[in-house]
């Protein structure tokens, strides 16, 4: 059974850091690239970081880019994201996901994920 399970959010201060963690069962993490989104209510899922287990190509939205950093163990078929500088406006619940490297795939928006993690919460406090 594939499983991503999130961990690693919390409250945290504006300024303050988090590292998430997804751990992943039910397949490798060498043949996917793993994402990580973020939702707050009443909004759509925002894909914020990406990252190809084959090759480590990474990618960032301008949201986040400069502060968040993706990577992954494969031998602990984890993916990590480390969120430096937090401020208010990262409050969200976090979910990672998983997409198969198949041609044409992409880990930018939602729609594109196959596997998808319960998530986690982060607040960022003022």
């Known amino acids: 059974e594939v499983q991503l399970a999130e961990s690693g959010g919390g409250l945290v201060q504006a300024g303050g850091s988090l590292k998430l963690s997804c751990a992943a069962s039910g397949f490798t993490l060498v043949d996917y690239a793993m994402g990580w989104f973020r939702q707050v209510p009443g909004k759509e899922r925002e894909g914020i970081s990406c990252?190809?287990?084959?090759?480590?190509?990474?990618w960032y939205s301008d949201s986040v880019k400069g502060r968040f950093s993706i990577s992954l163990d494969n031998g602990r078929n984890t993916v990590y994201l480390q969120m430096n500088t937090l401020k208010p406006e990262d409050a969200a619940a976090y979910y990672c996901?998983?997409?198969?490297?198949?041609?044409?795939?992409?880990?930018?928006?939602?729609?594109?994920?196959?596997?998808w993690g319960k998530g986690t919460l982060v607040t960022v406090s003022s």
């Open positions: 990252i190809s287990s084959s090759d480590g190509t990474t």
């Open positions: 996901a998983a997409v198969y490297l198949r041609p044409g795939a992409q880990c930018v928006t939602a729609d594109g994920m196959d596997f």
